[in-house]
């Protein structure tokens, strides 16, 4: 770990909420101006409370900070999660340069804080290599690298505008099943248990053969693709490496669901007990 994200959750409300970063984007300084709308500790990727936290000197320290923001010129939303190794996971931005830019904007407040008296203990390093990246940073700017640029997206299938959903407990074998499919789960089930500890209305959790999704049978990767839906169709992809294979996968994964909801063997679809949810805007 190079990061105490305590100090960091703590000692952002002594930065101003609008953050002037310096950077270096293909050869050409800039500068630009963040807004930064929140800063939690303890959070997982789900916005659950974290129940297990690394233990140090002095107490627990968490292992995870996410950061709200507004990135120039048309990034309103985007969120930023920092470990304490300095990793980073940004969501919400709509160009490569607008990720680098939210990377920089918390790596120079990182660079406050630890300049700053109350806060100096943010970085876990010694004073002689702190030294050497203040000098580092100022001759060279932000030492921010992006190693990995993936697509995260979500989609609805609609079926709560019918006024129905999947029933999970019957569509986890089907899934289950099919050759495409390595592993269906329920979110927060336990191996072993069926399912019985996660929540009947909880979101499904499936791996996708990466060889059975066009465009990446012959990538040289093995990692499966991630998707997680809720049983009233709304999805979310994780993790894919172009917008391109995101549409395709999209489309693997709404035929495949609407493809049980329509076949409704052996009873996967189900109404729900009350009306249909009215349609959304523009539908």
């Not at 310096?22 to 990727?45: I, M, N, P, S, T």
């Not at 990034?75 to 930023?80: A, E, I, P, S």
């Not at 004073?127 to 993936?150: F, I, K, P, Y």
């Amino acid at each position: 770990d190079v990061l105490d994200l305590g100090v960091l959750e703590r000692g952002w409300g002594g930065v101003a909420r609008e953050v002037l970063v310096d950077y270096v984007w293909q050869g050409q300084c800039k500068k630009a101006v963040l807004v930064v709308c929140g800063v939690e500790g303890a959070q997982d990727l789900s916005g659950g409370k974290r129940s297990r936290k690394k233990v140090c000197v002095g107490g627990p320290r968490i292992n995870m900070c996410k950061v709200t923001m507004q990135v120039p010129p048309a990034d309103g939303n985007v969120v930023l999660r920092i470990w304490s190794s300095g990793k980073t996971q940004v969501s919400g931005c709509s160009s490569e340069e607008s990720l680098y830019l939210a990377n920089c904007g918390v790596q120079t407040v990182i660079m406050q804080l630890a300049a700053a008296e109350g806060t100096r203990n943010i970085l876990l390093v010694s004073d002689e290599a702190l030294q050497q990246l203040q000098a580092r940073l100022a001759s060279a700017g932000a030492e921010v690298r992006l190693t990995n640029m993936s697509v995260m997206g979500s989609w609805d299938c609609g079926f709560g505008d019918v006024g129905a959903r999947l029933r999970v407990d019957a569509l986890l074998p089907w899934l289950q099943a099919r050759p495409e499919i390595v592993d269906a789960r329920l979110l927060g089930s336990k191996a072993g248990d069926g399912g019985a500890s996660a929540s009947r209305f909880g979101q499904v959790g499936i791996y996708i053969r990466r060889s059975c999704v066009p465009g990446l049978e012959q990538d040289g990767q093995e990692k499966d693709m991630y998707i997680n839906f809720s049983p009233a169709g709304k999805c979310v992809i994780l993790g894919v490496p172009s917008m391109q294979v995101g549409q395709v996968l999209a489309d693997m994964i709404s035929e495949l669901l609407i493809e049980a909801f329509m076949c409704d063997a052996p009873r996967i679809r189900e109404q729900y007990q009350g009306q249909p949810r009215r349609p959304r805007r523009g539908a």
